[in-house]
C-alpha cells in the first residue's frame, strides 16, 4: 500500500515539474486539434507537423464527423415541391386604353414587335399551394429558366402558339405600287383570323390567331403601329389622305414592310375558349412602290 501512494507522489512530482513552456505546447497542439480535425482540408498540414500518432487520432475524429447525419440534403422520401406556369396576357402594350389596363405606356416592346406577357410561377401542392414563387415579363428573346417539377397541363405555351403556321397579312396599295411625290399613297392590308388544330395527350386543342396590330415600315425611314389594317377606299385619288395612306417626299423605289400581330385562344375539346399568353409576329410579303415627281411646263397657245 505504501508503495502505491509513493508512485502516486512521484507521478504528481514528474507532472508538476514539467516546463511551463512544455505544457502550453501540449495545450495548443489539443487546441490546434479541435480546430482542425473536422475539416479535412488541413489534416495533412497537421499530420506534417504534429506526426503519426496525432494523425491517426485526427483521422478516428473525422471519420465520427462523417458519421453524423447531414440533415441538410434533401430527403428522397418526400415528394419534390411542383409548381404551375401561367401566362398572364391581358394587358398587351398598344391596348391599354381598349382593355383598361394599368400599365406603363412607355414600356418596352420586345424585338419582334410583340408586347412582353407576364409569366407566373406559382407552388402547386403543400401549404403554400396557389401562392406565386415569382413573375417576370418576358419576351420571345429571352432565356427564361422554370423549375423543373411543373405540373403538366394541357395549355398552349407562348413558344407553341409561334410554332403554328400562321400567315402574315397581305400589303394593298392604291395605285398599286406608284406614288407621286408628295401624294397620298393609299395602303391597307388583309385581317385573317385563321384556326388551328393540334392534339396535345390525345386530347383534341383548337387554337385561334387573331390579328390585333398592324407594324408599318415605309422604307424611307417612317414607321407606323396602328390597330387595325385599314379597308379599300374606292375612287381613292392621290390627293385624298386616308387614315392608312402614306406620302413620300423623295421620288425613288421603296420598299413596304408589314408585320401583322396576333394573340391566340385555345380551347380543349369543346370546351371554352382559353386566352393565349403571348403574341405571334408574323411578317407579310413586302411590295415595292415607285415615286416619281410631276413637273409643270408652261405652253404657249399658238
Not at 122 to 149: A, H, K, M, W
Request: aromatic content about 8%; overall charge negative.
Amino acid at each position: 500500500m505504501m508503495q502505491i501512494k509513493s508512485m502516486a507522489v512521484l507521478a504528481t512530482v514528474l507532472i508538476s515539474a514539467m516546463p511551463v513552456q512544455q505544457v502550453h505546447e501540449r495545450a495548443l497542439i489539443d487546441l490546434r486539434m479541435e480546430e482542425t480535425c473536422p475539416d479535412s482540408v488541413y489534416e495533412v498540414d497537421f499530420t506534417k507537423t504534429f506526426g503519426e500518432s496525432i494523425r491517426k487520432e485526427c483521422r478516428t475524429k473525422l471519420k465520427q464527423l462523417t458519421d453524423i447525419p447531414n440533415f441538410y440534403e434533401e430527403n428522397e422520401s418526400e415528394p419534390k415541391q411542383q409548381f404551375t406556369l401561367d401566362y398572364d396576357n391581358s394587358c398587351p402594350i398598344g391596348l391599354e386604353t381598349t382593355n383598361g389596363c394599368d400599365r406603363n405606356p412607355d414600356a418596352r416592346l420586345c424585338t419582334d414587335g410583340t408586347s412582353p406577357y407576364l409569366l407566373v410561377i406559382r407552388y402547386s401542392g403543400g401549404d403554400s399551394d396557389g401562392q406565386i414563387f415569382t413573375s417576370r415579363l418576358v419576351c420571345p428573346e429571352d432565356n427564361v429558366e422554370v423549375p423543373e417539377n411543373v405540373v403538366r397541363e394541357i395549355k398552349i405555351t407562348p413558344e407553341h402558339f409561334r410554332r403554328f403556321p400562321i400567315l402574315g397579312s397581305t400589303i394593298h396599295s392604291d395605285p398599286k405600287q406608284f406614288s407621286l411625290r408628295n401624294g397620298h399613297s393609299h395602303m391597307w392590308a388583309t385581317e385573317n383570323e385563321q384556326t388551328f388544330t393540334d392534339q396535345i395527350d390525345n386530347t383534341p386543342v383548337t387554337i385561334k390567331a387573331i390579328p390585333v396590330q398592324w407594324n408599318w415600315d415605309y422604307g424611307d425611314g417612317s414607321v407606323r403601329i396602328l390597330d387595325f389594317p385599314g379597308r379599300l377606299v374606292p375612287g381613292h385619288t392621290l390627293h385624298d389622305e386616308t387614315p392608312t395612306s402614306h406620302s413620300y417626299v423623295q421620288t425613288g423605289t421603296f420598299t413596304v414592310t408589314l408585320t401583322t400581330i396576333y394573340r391566340g385562344e385555345f380551347r380543349v375539346g369543346n370546351g371554352p375558349w382559353q386566352p393565349i399568353g403571348g403574341q405571334a409576329a408574323v411578317p407579310s410579303s413586302p411590295i415595292e412602290v415607285d415615286v416619281w415627281r410631276t413637273k409643270k411646263e408652261l405652253i404657249a397657245n399658238e
